[in-house]
């Protein structure tokens, strides 16, 4: 057996190999969606075959299930005002560059009920998180709108690519949203 062809060489060629179509499926389903993208044009980009891409993830759900599987975020802590201030501490990731996974799973949660299911259960963490801060006996729905109104902004900046948005600072925003998620957190807006 030669060194091309021990185990260790074929399971690194392999690993390779599925990262090459991880990262293709991440870039397609990031600018098509999920309907929109597919098998064949993922392992063209990838340069494999189509019946490989299948051989090693089972389906195009599978593939998606991969693609879009995110790191964690920090939770989120401390009293009302530091929650408030830790949203807002998050505007610049959420306009700059997100990773193909999230930006993946942005744009097919609307047309897929997988990706709408994901997205959900990663919302409500994070509506959990602020609620359970909250002192009021609407605590979750409050949460529930300052996480909307956050990811109405990652939206409107990521994929509908908003002009007035495009040009505005993480700080400006913050600045603009502030008073808002103030009142909503049930906090004098100052």
Do not use: C, N
């Not at 190999?17 to 063209?44: D, H, K, N």
């Not at 990811?151 to 600045?175: C, F, M, N, W, Y």
């Amino acid at each position: 057996m030669t060194v091309k062809d021990s185990p260790t060489a074929r399971a690194q060629r392999r690993r390779q190999t599925e990262e090459r179509i991880l990262s293709s499926a991440r870039r397609a389903f990031a600018q098509r969606g999920f309907e929109r993208a597919t098998i064949r044009a993922i392992a063209a980009e990838a340069e494999v075959d189509p019946a490989l891409v299948i051989q090693y993830f089972g389906s195009k759900q599978e593939l998606f299930q991969r693609s879009v599987q995110l790191g964690s975020v920090p939770p989120l802590s401390g009293d009302v005002d530091e929650l408030v201030e830790a949203v807002l501490a998050r505007i610049g990731m959420k306009i700059g560059s997100l990773p193909q996974a999230t930006l993946a799973m942005m744009r097919s949660m609307l047309t897929h009920p997988e990706a709408a299911d994901q997205a959900r259960a990663t919302l409500d963490g994070q509506v959990a998180q602020l609620g359970s801060a909250i002192e009021a006996e609407d605590a979750d729905l409050r949460a529930a709108l300052m996480v909307s109104t956050m990811l109405g902004v990652t939206i409107a900046h990521q994929l509908l690519d908003l002009t007035a948005l495009r040009g505005a600072s993480p700080q400006k925003i913050a600045e603009l949203l502030r008073p808002g998620l103030r009142a909503v957190a049930g906090v004098d807006p100052q």
